[in-house]
């Protein structure tokens, strides 16, 4: 079920990433519903890259030095 959750999320992020809010910088956070995860990624241009998939209880910071350097990533 979690998985097909995560992918459900992966479809919506694809069609309109607007929807999701920032966690830091140009990182949106995407808390799957039913579950205690959260989706940690930042849209391009051309590709989302998911930087992690986290339970809700977990440290967030723990996927911060997956981040792009860059607050212009989604140009």
């Given at each position: 079920m979690v998985v097909a959750r995560l992918r459900d999320v992966l479809e919506r992020l694809k069609a309109?990433?607007?929807?999701?809010?920032?966690?830091?910088?140009?990182?949106?956070?995407?808390?799957?519903k039913?579950?205690?995860?959260v989706v940690?990624?930042?849209?391009?241009?051309?590709?989302?890259?998911v930087l992690a998939v986290l339970h809700g209880a977990r440290d967030a910071s723990s996927w911060q030095s997956r981040a792009p350097q860059t607050k212009k990533a989604r140009e």
């Open positions: 309109i990433p607007e929807l999701h809010g920032f966690a830091w910088q140009d990182v949106l956070a995407v808390r799957l039913q579950f205690q995860h940690y990624d930042v849209v391009f241009a051309d590709r989302i890259e």
